[in-house]
């Protein structure tokens, strides 16, 4: 077995095991494998292994492994921050955006998503550790944000999805994801309908599936520690 095949294994077992915990079933977290940084050939060794879905954070790194890999049938997630000037190319290209946290960033998305393809899966970013140097929506601009976006052509808003500080305490892991669940809860309230939950990378996905994660994105725990950005 190749190392990322064993790696992709005890990720998964991470999941079930923490599915099990909150008594969860594990077809209810989705795993993202994030090969941003890693050349193509790690994707098709995770592909071969069972993999479908992949996360890239960069617009054209994305979309040459993507060319490179096309053989394979695989669902690619643009994960990372969005400027208007790359949006074509990710509207082109990728199945889903986690990262939407301007309304002008998904206007575009929606206006350059190609006809024949289904419609772009989109969540919206959300800022629930409060910095202001952080990407994302204040949790106080979602619902607007959120309403807007369902209301485009060529988009499918599924849910919402954070990257919170790194903590090593599981209880402080939790109190972001908590407070987005919480979110999506009065999102849902409100009319919406949100069903994903993006939240939890490689040192946090049990805290995150604790609090109601259905898609983890792990990059490190499955490829190793990338070397460069
Ligand atoms: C890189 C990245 C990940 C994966 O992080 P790991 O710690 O390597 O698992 C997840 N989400 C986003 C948005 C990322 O940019």
Known sequence: MSAIAANLQAVLARIADACALSGRSPESVRLLAVSKT????????????????????????????????????????????????????????????????????????????????????????VNVSGEASKSGCRPDEAAALCHAVAALPRLRLRGLMTIPEPSDDVAAQRAPFCRLRELAEQLRAAGLTLDTLSMGMSHDLEAAVAEGATIVRIGTAIFGERHTL
């Open 38 to 125: 890693w050349p193509a050939d790690c994707v098709l060794a995770a592909a071969a292994a069972g993999q479908r879905a992949f996360g890239e954070s960069y617009v054209q790194e994305g979309v040459a492994k993507l060319a490179a890999t096309s053989g394979d049938d695989l669902e690619w997630h643009f994960i990372g921050p969005l400027q208007s000037n790359k949006t074509r190319a990710v509207a082109e290209h990728f199945a889903w955006v986690h990262g939407i946290d301007r309304l002008k960033i998904a206007e575009r998305l929606a206006a350059q998503r190609p006809a024949h393809l289904p419609p772009l899966q989109v969540c919206v970013q």
